[in-house]
């Protein structure tokens, strides 16, 4: 029995060896880790310290996706100072700025680490028609209305005029012009412009001055299309089918297209009216 109780001696003694060794071995492994994760965040801390993580000029920003503003106009709405410590600058916030401005859709700012700068990639509202708005003066007695001019984009976006010539943009006034207010015409208007870019008859110029009668300049002459509907591209369509009209009636002799019914079209003359048929090459 005393021999037994010997070797059970020994056995618990070399396992309570065994446990400190193992439990030494854990520690030691956690100190290590410790101490090479403060190295390396001291290392990375040190790196992102030095000089060389700055941005010294504007030539240290890359920009692209610009069509119509230049890079110095689109690097005056960073507002950034120089030099300016990379780790400062929150890309994020300048992108959320830039898009705060009417010429730009969206912006997209990241930093480059090699060598030091920034990315900005932008896209632009590209103006498709010059939007005229009358609005009625403030303290006026006689009714008078103060004329307004801004751009719009294909989706209705109202963009000043002013804030292109400040930023010395190379935009291209467009020749389509839109009259009235953007309010009232905004939920018809990208379905309208999309029917009108495509089709084969060039419009001039687009009346919204009359919330029940749509009225289209053309090249073969004025179009009413009445209260605009979900029928707009279907009007569009048969204004097209109707471009050789001038080579069967003068100009002079057309009042009027009247697009109101597309089952039924009518060109209103000056004196008399002749109904067409739709189908008319």
Do not use: C
């Not at 830039?98 to 900005?120: D, E, H, S």
């Not at 001019?149 to 989706?155: P, S």
């Not at 209260?227 to 003068?250: D, F, N």
Request: net charge positive; charged share 20%.
């Amino acid at each position: 029995m005393a021999g037994i109780a010997s070797v059970s001696r020994k056995l618990l003694a070399g396992r309570r060896k065994k446990l400190r060794q193992k439990r030494q071995t854990k520690i030691f492994q956690a100190i290590w880790r410790t101490l090479a994760v403060t190295g390396l965040a001291s290392s990375l801390l040190w790196v992102t310290l030095q000089p060389i993580w700055v941005l010294k000029n504007p030539k240290d920003i890359v920009i692209s996706g610009n069509q119509l503003l230049s890079d110095q106009a689109i690097e005056s709405l960073l507002k950034l100072s120089y030099p300016q410590s990379l780790w400062r600058i929150q890309p994020s916030r300048i992108a959320s700025a830039l898009q705060q401005q009417p010429t730009i859709a969206k912006a997209i700012v990241t930093r480059r680490l090699f060598p030091p700068g920034l990315i900005v990639q932008v896209h632009e509202r590209i103006p498709v028609a010059v939007a005229q708005m009358h609005r009625e003066q403030t303290n006026s007695g006689n009714g008078n209305k103060k004329v307004s001019v801004g751009l719009l984009d294909a989706n209705g976006v109202l963009m000043p005029l002013e804030q292109f010539n400040s930023l010395n943009s190379t935009v291209k006034v467009p020749t389509l012009k839109v009259i009235g207010s953007p309010e009232q015409y905004r939920p018809y208007w990208t379905q309208l412009y999309q029917a009108t870019s495509q089709s084969t008859v060039k419009v001039i110029e687009i009346d919204w001055r009359d919330p029940t009668n749509l009225i289209l300049k053309t090249e073969i002459g004025k179009v009413h299309f009445g209260v605009p509907t979900s029928r707009l591209p279907e009007q569009i369509k048969l204004l097209a089918q109707m471009r050789h009209l001038p080579l069967q009636l003068s100009p002079n002799q057309i009042d009027y297209i009247d697009l109101k019914n597309p089952d039924h079209p009518i060109v209103q003359m000056n004196q008399t009216q002749r109904k067409i048929n739709s189908k008319t090459p």
